[in-house]
């Protein structure tokens, strides 16, 4: 097969093109002719021309010990901490470099997502802000399951008395609603449902339902433990018995978590530039 003049010069003209690297660009790339595009080569290198990759965590240590041994003159940190998560980028804008270095790719980036304890999505799931409410049985295996970290208490005039948690137990076991009026529903505390024999008839109980409960958790993983008190309820319609709780203080509690989450990585980041808030571009 032989070729024209013509021919033999577009070939040497592509072969040309492809050898030779994109002016002013320090990433060899190269043109390639008559629609072909631009071709970067970066693939064909030992390694990459820059640092690229994303780490998640769900454990706050481990954010910091990632972020300490990455940060660079450009690290930023963005934290959200009524989303529980918080953002590190490496090669992010920084006003104070040279202009050639003032804007990053953000190719670089360590991310956590805090992940709720198991005790305080147990408890939050069931609360009733949620709507929710236990038949006896479902509450009795409740306490079961979670009985490492709860107790219970009863308010009199001689104050705040702790309750063995197996004679709780035995109490609500016991229970037996009776409702006077038909098509009636009560909502009250456990000692208020007591007292009104009129409206709310309980029988079975004894002198040991406690009106508050209280579990020992954290609400992330990572965070220091609280002590969440709980208000008891015995909820009824004509003649069935349900019960329920209400997280009390619920928006204080989740305040104090979302500021012990900042001060966290506030603390074990050090001096890194540090933003409450969320990035994106």
Same mark, same amino acid.
């Given at each position: 097969?032989?070729?024209?003049?013509?021919? #033999?010069?577009?070939?040497?003209?592509?072969?040309?093109?492809?050898?030779?690297?994109?002016? @002013?660009?320090?990433?060899?790339?190269?043109?390639?002719?008559?629609?072909?595009?631009?071709?970067?080569?970066? =693939?064909?290198? =030992?390694?990459?021309?820059?640092?690229?990759?994303?780490?998640?965590?769900?454990?706050?240590?481990?954010? &910091?010990?990632?972020?300490?041994?990455?940060?660079?003159?450009?690290?930023?940190?963005?934290?959200?901490?009524?989303?529980?998560?918080?953002?590190?980028?490496?090669?992010?804008?920084?006003?104070?470099?040279?202009?050639?270095?003032?804007?990053?790719?953000?190719?670089?980036?360590?991310?956590?997502? #805090?992940?709720?304890?198991?005790?305080?999505?147990?408890?939050?799931?069931?609360?009733?802000?949620?709507?929710?409410?236990?038949?006896?049985?479902?509450?009795?295996?409740? &306490?079961?399951?979670?009985?490492?970290?709860?107790?219970?208490?009863?308010?009199?005039?001689?104050?705040?008395?702790?309750?063995? &948690?197996?004679?709780?137990?035995?109490?609500?076991?016991?229970?037996?609603?009776?409702?006077?009026?038909?098509?009636?529903?009560? @909502?009250?505390?456990?000692?208020?449902?007591?007292?009104?024999?009129?409206?709310?008839?309980?029988?079975?109980?004894?002198?040991?339902?406690?009106?508050?409960?209280?579990?020992?958790?954290?609400?992330?993983?990572?965070?220091?433990?609280?002590?969440?008190?709980?208000?008891?309820?015995?909820?009824?319609?004509?003649n069935k018995v349900a019960l329920g709780y209400r997280i009390n203080a619920l928006d204080r509690i989740l305040d104090e978590s979302a500021n012990d989450?900042?001060?966290?990585?506030?603390?074990?980041?050090?001096? &890194?530039?540090?933003? #409450?808030?969320?990035?994106?571009?």
């Open positions: 097969m032989s070729f024209d003049k013509e021919t #033999m010069l577009h070939i040497e003209n592509r072969s040309l093109a492809l050898s030779q690297k994109l002016p @002013e660009t320090d990433n060899p790339a190269v043109f390639a002719p008559n629609g072909m595009g631009l071709i970067s080569l970066e =693939n064909f290198e =030992n390694q990459p021309y820059r640092h690229k990759g994303r780490f998640h965590t769900q454990r706050i240590q481990s954010f &910091i010990d990632y972020v300490l041994a990455h940060k660079e003159y450009r690290t930023q940190l963005f934290v959200n901490d009524r989303e529980m998560c918080a953002e590190a980028a490496f090669d992010h804008f920084d006003a104070q470099a040279d202009a050639a270095m003032a804007t990053g790719w953000r190719e670089h980036l360590a991310i956590i997502e #805090m992940q709720e304890t198991s005790e305080w999505s147990a408890l939050t799931k069931h609360d009733r802000h949620n709507g929710y409410q236990f038949t006896q049985r479902e509450f009795l295996d409740f &306490i079961n399951d979670w009985s490492h970290v709860l107790t219970f208490k009863e308010k009199d005039d001689e104050g705040i008395t702790d309750i063995p &948690i197996g004679r709780v137990y035995q109490s609500i076991q016991k229970l037996e609603v009776k409702a006077t009026n038909t098509a009636t529903h009560e @909502e009250k505390d456990f000692r208020q449902s007591r007292g009104k024999l009129e409206e709310l008839d309980i029988k079975g109980a004894d002198s040991n339902l406690p009106a508050t409960m209280h579990m020992a958790c954290s609400t992330h993983i990572g965070l220091e433990p609280t002590v969440v008190e709980c208000r008891l309820m015995v909820l009824s319609s004509e989450f900042s001060d966290k990585i506030v603390a074990g980041t050090g001096d &890194i530039p540090l933003w #409450m808030g969320d990035f994106t571009r």
